[in-house]
């Protein structure tokens, strides 16, 4: 019996994602949390053997919850539901440790084979993500000192970036508006030799910020 632990904050999906899975073959829902606070202590209790994290939860996001898992050591499969294949949050879930990474729309039969595949040590993503990131890990991005040029604001911004943070968040959670944080991230941009969000991000992880 596969045990999942969903995490998801819309109740209509999570409604259809029980029903789903009560009508799967050998897999079992072992509980349902609507944010990612607790995330480690939730996944030690149910001990499951495969995750299913939304990416925009209130309270703490997904991408957040992944790496709070990570970094207490938890390797449990952790598939991320979301309704984005934009770029820079796949490369963020990849990075930080998404066993895979599924869109919402995904059809219900192929959310219980991702499940499977997950928990047989299986990286499943849906066809345009999978595309995403190859595309984006076949930027070089070499190691350099040009982290070592930001100023310590700019260093601040950059690692909430990495985080998941989006920009609103970021600049609630640094306490300044959304122009200073423009200003600091036309200068980190600058300072990096990119021109996007994930450029920057994956220069970050690749120098191990």
Known sequence: MIRVLLFEDNPD???????????????????????????VKNVQFHQPDVVLMDIDMPIENGLQSLRNLRAAGNEVCV???TVFDDNERVFQAISHGASGYLLKCTPPEKIVEAIRE?????????????KQ???????????SH????LTPREHDVLSLLVRGYSYK???????????TLRFHIKNIYAKLHVNSKSEAV????????
Do not use: C, R, W
Request: glycine share 6%; aromatic share 6%; hydrophobic share 50%.
């Open 146 to 149: 040009e982290l070592q040029t």
């Open 79 to 81: 598939l991320m539901l």
């Open 202 to 209: 994956a220069k970050a992880i690749h120098n191990k910020l």
């Open 118 to 130: 997950a928990n047989s040590g299986g990286a499943p993503m849906t066809p345009s993500v999978a």
């Open 133 to 143: 990131v190859l595309k984006l890990f076949s930027q070089p991005f070499q190691q």
């Open 169 to 179: 968040m970021a600049a609630s959670e640094m306490n300044i508006g959304m122009e």
């Open 13 to 39: 999906f999570v409604d259809s994602l029980q029903e789903l899975l009560q009508a799967a073959n050998g897999i079992e829902l072992a509980a349902v949390y609507n944010n990612g606070k607790q995330v």
